[in-house]
Structures are given as structure tokens and as C-alpha cells.
């Protein structure tokens, strides 16, 4: 049991299927640096053990996370470099992250260009396969991009995947006739993978660049666990 989960995700949890994701070329749509880790870390070093393509889309850079303690501009570089350690981690070299420069915070209002970067990239790579936060995962920059990539996905005829974060512990569950949850296990190897790719991001776990730091180490236990939840419509 994981405790701090929002009314409902166990259950969903419970149900979900096992998972084996397609080894296709597959682009992760990402909003701010350390999601990549966070929701689809395990996925990620999953595709690339076994020589699948990935590319990321980095919507934002994240400069907004310490408003008033670090500018947005400093906090950018800063969280760039994270991003492109935590994926040498995952085995995504920097040559594949895609940077969109959409303001953070500011990703819904951006959100046809954020769609025609996540197209136009997919049709680069030949991607035949999306991965995006869910289009409810509670923030609104997560939930524009899965917007956004949903929209790339439907024009180009690809499937998506959705990963969630923060819904887990802020968004109230999906119903069984909507979402579709799948478990994808991870090796300990995937794991230590993803570890190491989270720990990359020191802006948001310690106090090195403000005080409190953004991700307090109880919400790493959804992270930590030896899966992940992905979503797919039921509809699809």
C-alpha cells in the first residue's frame, strides 16, 4: 500500500494489467525537468535496454519553480543540466531532447505550438508511439501538454500513453469506462536507472538553490516503487 494517494488510485492500481509497452520509436512529451524521471524514468531506461529509439520533448525548462527566491533565467540553466544528466542516465543522449521554450507555467496558452513541436518531432524520429502526462494529472502545464500530445497523436495516426504524477496524490481517479490503467514492472536495473535520473534533479530534492525544496522526499514513494502506472482512453 502507498500511503498519501488520492481517493481512488489504489483501486486503480489493484485492477491495472500487466504492461509491455511497444518497442517502437516513442517520444515522451514532458513539461518541466524531472517529470522525464518521475512519471516515466522506468519506461524510459525499459525501451532504451532493449535499443528502442526515444526522444524527449522538453516543453519548459522549469524557471518558475522559486518565484522571488532564484530567477527564472538562472533556475532554467540549471534545471536543463539536470534534465540532460538525469536522461545520460536513462541512456537518452542529449542529441534527442527537443526544447520547446515555453514559458513554465505558461504551457495552455502555448498549446498549438506545443502540439506542432510534439508533431513535427514525431515525424523526424518516425515515432510510433507517444507517452504524455495525463490530460488530469492535476497541474496545468502537465495537463496542456497531454492535451497537446494528444492532438499531435490523433493528426499523425500514433498511439499515446499517458503517465501521471501529482493526479496520484491530487486528481480523483479515473472510472473503469474511461481510462484503461497499466502496470509496467521494472527490473532492478530500470530501477536503479530511474533512481539515479531523479536524484539528478538536486534543484527540487534539497535546499542547494531555494528553501523548501519542491519535492519533499514522502512524494518519492510513489517514484520509488518497482512500477509504473501508465493510462490509455478506453476509446482508443
Not at 512529451?29 to 525499459?46: F, K
Not at 536503479?192 to 538536486?202: F, G
Request: proline letters at 6%; aromatic letters at 6%; one cysteine or more.
Amino acid at each position: 500500500m502507498i500511503d498519501g494517494l488520492a481517493p481512488g488510485w489504489a483501486d486503480v492500481i489493484a485492477s491495472a494489467r500487466a504492461w509491455q509497452p511497444p518497442l517502437v520509436p516513442t517520444l515522451v512529451a514532458v513539461p518541466h525537468p524531472d517529470d522525464e524521471s518521475l512519471s516515466t524514468g522506468g519506461l524510459i531506461a525499459h525501451l532504451r535496454r532493449h535499443d528502442v529509439a526515444v526522444v524527449v520533448v522538453a516543453v519548459t525548462d522549469g524557471g518558475s519553480a522559486y518565484p522571488g527566491q532564484i530567477t527564472a533565467n538562472d533556475l532554467a540553466y540549471i534545471r536543463r543540466n539536470e534534465q540532460r544528466r538525469a536522461l545520460e542516465h536513462l541512456s537518452v543522449p542529449s542529441g534527442d531532447i527537443w526544447r520547446v521554450g515555453v514559458a513554465d507555467g505558461g504551457v495552455a496558452a502555448a498549446e498549438s505550438t506545443v502540439s506542432g513541436m510534439i508533431e513535427c518531432a514525431a515525424r523526424q524520429y518516425s515515432i510510433g508511439h507517444i507517452v504524455a502526462p495525463w490530460v488530469r494529472d492535476h497541474h496545468t502545464d502537465h495537463e496542456a501538454v497531454g492535451r497537446a500530445a494528444e492532438a499531435a497523436a490523433s493528426a499523425l495516426g500514433v498511439s499515446i500513453t499517458f503517465g501521471l504524477f501529482w493526479g496520484l496524490y491530487h486528481s480523483a481517479a479515473p472510472g473503469p469506462t474511461e481510462f484503461e490503467p497499466y502496470l509496467l514492472a521494472l527490473t532492478d536495473e530500470e530501477r536503479r536507472s530511474k533512481w539515479l535520473a531523479i536524484e539528478s534533479h538536486e534543484s527540487q530534492l534539497t535546499a542547494s538553490v531555494a528553501s523548501p525544496p519542491v519535492l519533499d522526499r514522502r512524494l518519492l514513494d510513489v517514484a520509488a516503487r518497482p512500477f509504473e502506472l501508465f493510462l490509455s482512453r478506453c476509446d482508443a
